[in-house]
């Protein structure tokens, strides 16, 4: 990935001073002057915020191996487990697209089955030269089709004479793969893992020839095949070479676009259309005329974590997603007594004190972004402030400027990710659910579009019971209600009025 930026992160520390005191101990609240007790929550929220793949900074504990910075490239193999807590975690980006990953049950392991790679390499024979040239996906699967070892007998030129001729199988000679000029490791027209590509370009797609060490970079079509009753992407290459060895050796290719071939699968599930027009990200696709991800918008997803048979706790993930210039302010009307300690608060109520006085500190977690080429800072952040009736989650700091360099860098707005905590000695999901399902949202300058996220889940695609309703000002109404069998999500999309 080319450096021409720089990320600095300063994350606030989250302090709760409160005094811890048995029921023995009730001098603790005679005095006026004293310090008045900080109830504790039953744990101290989470933060992450990230733009497209990029996590800017997180609150949970890096592990050895932790790479979700910077990472733009999942090899499915290297997540057999499935999805997972810990995946939705430290790789937010691949557990939302896990489940559109490409099958690995073939008879060709990673790569796609012998059936399939027959049908492909003959329609590539009987069609030389056509296919397109661009494609306008970022977000995608990939998965080795591989070569048809297509043999070639290169001639090596002395003036107007052949000097002497060599065969060389164009498959063996091509590898590291780039999109972007990012390579795709673990390569090459022999094989290659399932993998998700995130936010990498398809454009100037290009392979080395290892036989003359040169990276060929005109040499390569999208193909639209029909395969068991589906349209089907393909990038496809052609071999080409060039080299002096006693004579001069120019091998442009046969025109058959055969040599190496690799799927490519929209990571959101989409249908493909032609080549031309990227394949088509078709869960972008908004009814009537309106561009969807063109608007600016704001889309929010509130949702219970699933029960654990063993050391069960239970949490809220709340996601903003900051496409436009405007703070969000989402509210959740729990009360007091499930997200704090019990303990603390059995000790309050013991004592008769007046809960309002008592309640925790705001939580802050405050980021920079640095664009190194215009030395602009940009500081953001997210606080959650807890009341006695809910909790208040605020965002700040998005400007134009900030806007534009992280559509301009990631091609995408900002993410804030929120996790609080309930006591399950408390309340339970299924009593704590109503509550969730009243919070609200408001912006300090009105966006065109509000989303209201609600996901899939299982294996018949049905809604996430768990996920909550976080409804809009009522300046907003019903646009447009997702369905899974063409947006692959349930999302209820209103419009300013």
Not at 22 to 43: G, I, M, R, T, Y
Not at 151 to 163: C, D, E, R, W
Not at 195 to 220: E, F, G, N
Not at 353 to 372: A, R
Request: proline letters at 4%.
């Amino acid at each position: 990935m080319r450096k021409d930026y720089a990320i600095g992160v300063a994350a606030m520390a989250i302090l709760f001073s409160g005094v811890l005191s048995s029921c023995d101990n009730s001098d603790v609240f005679k005095s006026s002057d004293a310090s008045p007790l900080e109830v504790q929550l039953a744990k101290t929220p989470d933060f992450r915020l990230y733009s497209g793949s990029e996590v800017l900074s997180t609150t949970f504990a890096r592990t050895k191996g932790d790479v979700s910075v910077n990472v733009n490239y999942f090899k499915i193999q290297d997540y057999g487990g499935g999805k997972s807590e810990w995946m939705q975690n430290q790789y937010p980006i691949l557990y939302q697209y896990f489940d559109n990953a490409p099958e690995k049950s073939t008879d060709r392991n990673e790569q796609v089955s012998q059936a399939e790679y027959e049908a492909v390499m003959s329609y590539l024979a009987n069609h030389p030269n056509e296919g397109g040239t661009t494609c306008n996906l970022t977000r995608y699967f990939i998965q080795n089709v591989g070569s048809s070892y297509d043999n070639y007998q290169l001639k090596f030129m002395n003036g107007a004479s052949v000097h002497h001729t060599q065969e060389v199988t164009g498959g063996n000679q091509m590898d590291y793969l780039e999109f972007n000029g990012t390579h795709i490791s673990d390569y090459n027209a022999h094989y290659g893992p399932r993998a998700l590509c995130v936010d990498i370009p398809l454009v100037s797609p290009r392979y080395r020839d290892s036989y003359a060490t040169l990276k060929q970079d005109d040499h390569y079509r999208f193909y639209v095949i029909e395969y068991a009753g589906k349209k089907n992407l393909y990038l496809c290459f052609d071999y080409a070479t060039k080299k002096y060895d006693n004579g001069q050796m120019d091998f442009q290719g046969d025109g058959v676009y055969n040599d190496w071939v690799i799927k490519i699968i929209p990571a959101d599930g989409s249908e493909i259309t032609d080549p031309d027009d990227g394949g088509g990200e078709g869960g972008d696709i908004e009814p009537d005329t309106l561009d969807f991800y063109a608007t600016d918008h704001v889309e929010v997803n509130l949702s219970v974590n699933d029960k654990h048979e063993e050391g069960d706790w239970i949490h809220t993930k709340l996601s903003i997603h900051v496409r436009a210039v405007t703070d969000v302010e989402i509210f959740i009307p729990v009360s007091q007594n499930y997200y704090c300690d019990v303990d603390d608060m059995n000790l309050v109520i013991s004592h008769a004190l007046d809960l309002l006085k008592y309640i925790p500190q705001p939580s802050t977690e405050t980021f920079e972004i640095v664009n190194s080429e215009t030395s602009d800072v940009y500081e953001v952040s997210a606080t959650v402030a807890f009341e006695a009736n809910g909790i208040r989650i605020t965002t700040h700091g998005m400007t134009a400027g900030l806007q534009e360099y992280l559509n301009n860098k990631y091609h995408d707005g900002l993410t804030f990710e929120i996790w609080n905590y309930y006591n399950v000695n408390a309340i339970d999901r299924e009593t704590l659910k109503p509550y969730l399902d009243a919070s609200t949202v408001k912006f300090t300058a009105d966006p065109t579009l509000y989303v209201n996220a609600f996901a899939p889940i299982g294996d018949d695609n049905h809604k996430n019971p768990w996920d909550c309703v976080v409804t809009p000002p009522a300046a907003y109404s019903v646009f447009a209600e997702r369905t899974p069998e063409k947006y692959y999500d349930y999302d209820v999309i209103y419009k300013k009025q």
